[in-house]
Structure formats: structure tokens, C-alpha cells
């Protein structure tokens, strides 16, 4: 079992920034693909981005691209996300997310195992 426990959320004005931290606890991650998804009141849970369990590839969303950016430190067993130029449509609960595999990146939220309570991420415009 994994346990994942997000924190760095908050309220930031729009241009601002913030860094997501998600700690796993239970098992190491460098086996796992992580991801982090998104989502607002009364939508569906989205992707954000992924990224590889050596960390050698990520993928994002085209609305977070170049905006956002997935690391991870497997020796601190904790994945990031960093979160710049944030815009009001940012708005959401933030979940990070872990998977068993390798090399590949994962989209989908059915794809994911494991998943953390989530953070709350509030833009003000």
C-alpha cells in the first residue's frame, strides 16, 4: 500500500505562484509513475501532468504547459509540482496520484492506484 499526503496549497492572487508537494509514505515511489490531476466544483477530475518513476520524462496538459512543471526527489519519497503564471481557472482541489510502472507516463485517473485526499489551490483574479 501507498499512502500519499499532498500539502503546499493555498490562495494566490492570479500571476503568482505556489509548489505542490505530495509524500508518500508505505513503500518507496521509485517503482511508481506519479501524476497530478485537478479538479473544480462540479467538474470531472482532470489531468495536470505525470511523470516517469526515474523522473526521466514528463507529460502536461496543454493548459498547464509551460506554466507547471512535475519533479520528484525518490530518495525524499515526495513528487512536486510547480505552479507559475497561475491563472483564476487554476482553481481546484489538486491530487497527486501513483501507479506501479515504468517508463511510461499515465493520463487517465482510472489508470492510477493510489491516489492522496487532495489540496486545495484558489486563484484570485
Known amino acids: 500500500q501507498v499512502q500519499l499526503v499532498e500539502s503546499g496549497g493555498g490562495l494566490v492572487q492570479a500571476g503568482g505562484s505556489l509548489r505542490l508537494s505530495c509524500a508518500a509514505s508505505g513503500r518507496t515511489l521509485n517503482s511508481y509513475s506519479m501524476g497530478w490531476f485537478r479538479q473544480a466544483p462540479g467538474k470531472e477530475r482532470d489531468f495536470v501532468g505525470a511523470i516517469t518513476s526515474s523522473g526521466g520524462s514528463t507529460y502536461y496538459a496543454d493548459s498547464v504547459k509551460g506554466r507547471f512543471t512535475i519533479s520528484r526527489d525518490n530518495g525524499k519519497n515526495t513528487v512536486y509540482l510547480q505552479m507559475s503564471s497561475l491563472k483564476p481557472e487554476d482553481t481546484a482541489v489538486y491530487y497527486c496520484?501513483?501507479?506501479?510502472?515504468?517508463?511510461?507516463?499515465?493520463?487517465?485517473?482510472?489508470?492510477?492506484?493510489?491516489w492522496g485526499q487532495g489540496t486545495q489551490v484558489t486563484v484570485s483574479s
Open positions: 496520484a501513483a501507479v506501479r510502472t515504468w517508463g511510461v507516463v499515465r493520463t487517465r485517473p482510472y489508470e492510477y492506484d493510489y
